[in-house]
């Protein structure tokens, strides 16, 4: 028999968030790698344009319609994940609605639902996911943090909470379920992807963003897939409940 070709070949990943920026581009390079992959989001249209794009590349995807902010919707994704490609290997905890405000403007619904889709998601995949991947042996959980967990910009009063919290529970599941599940989270800095768009940042403010990093420029949705990759892989069989920057060096400047 052949053996299948790639550094997660043979494995079934979830990526939410995947119709679009770093899912997108996640779930495409889990599939180059051998992974087949579901892609969950709440955007049918390109999450089917993905699965379509892996499609092409001759790997194998699924879409399956999931709002994260919802605890039943992500208990169902995992269910129809495994009744589809039959087991769990790798969760990348990708997607997140977001609203900025200080704590003043910040309606309280937006603050919720920014922690249900941005933190308690996690703990809900982890909760429903773990015992699906340990059917097999166990795996990999993947969250995606930011910079802004470890540093924070005016009026991200939600979204900072919940992209430092997300460390806190990457720890804890790591301690908790270890050795045969490695939990970990990838930290991206400015990445350009459709995001950026949807919050109308001006090209000046992309351009100063991309001469302050030292790499001079901005980061690309794969760039941040390549370190999932890695994490979700067993070359980093040795590496759980850590964090992985990846920003050009943006954090590396005081000013
Ligand atoms: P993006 O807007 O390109 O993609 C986000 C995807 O998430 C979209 O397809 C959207 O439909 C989906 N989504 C939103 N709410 C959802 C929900 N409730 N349930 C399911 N899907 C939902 O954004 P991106 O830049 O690729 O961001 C992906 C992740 O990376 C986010 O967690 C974001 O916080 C993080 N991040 C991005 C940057 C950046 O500069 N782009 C920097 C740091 C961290």
Known sequence: MNKPIGRIAGKVAIVTGG???????????????????????????????????????????????????????????????????????????????????????????????????????????????????????GGAIVNTASVHSLVSFETCTAYDAAKAGLLGLTRTLAIDFGPDIRVNAVLPGAILTPLWDNLEVPDDERQRYAELVPAKRLGLGRDVANAVLYLASDEASFVTGTSLVVDGGLLCRTD
């Open 19 to 137: 119709a679009s920026g770093i899912g997108e581009e996640t779930a495409v390079r889990f599939a180059e790698e051998g992974a087949a992959v579901c892609v969950a989001d709440i955007d049918e249209e390109n999450g089917l344009r993905v699965v379509e794009r892996i499609s092409e590349l001759d790997g194998r995807a699924e879409f399956i319609k999931t709002d994260v902010s919802e605890s039943f919707q992500i208990k169902n994704l995992i269910q129809k994940t495994e009744e589809t490609f039959g087991r769990l290997d790798i969760l990348h905890n990708n997607a997140i609605w977001f609203r900025h405000g200080s704590a003043l403007d910040l309606e309280e619904g937006d603050w919720d639902k920014t922690l249900d889709s941005g933190l308690k998601s996690s703990y809900i995949s982890a909760k429903y996911g773990i015992p699906v991947m340990r059917k097999n042996g």
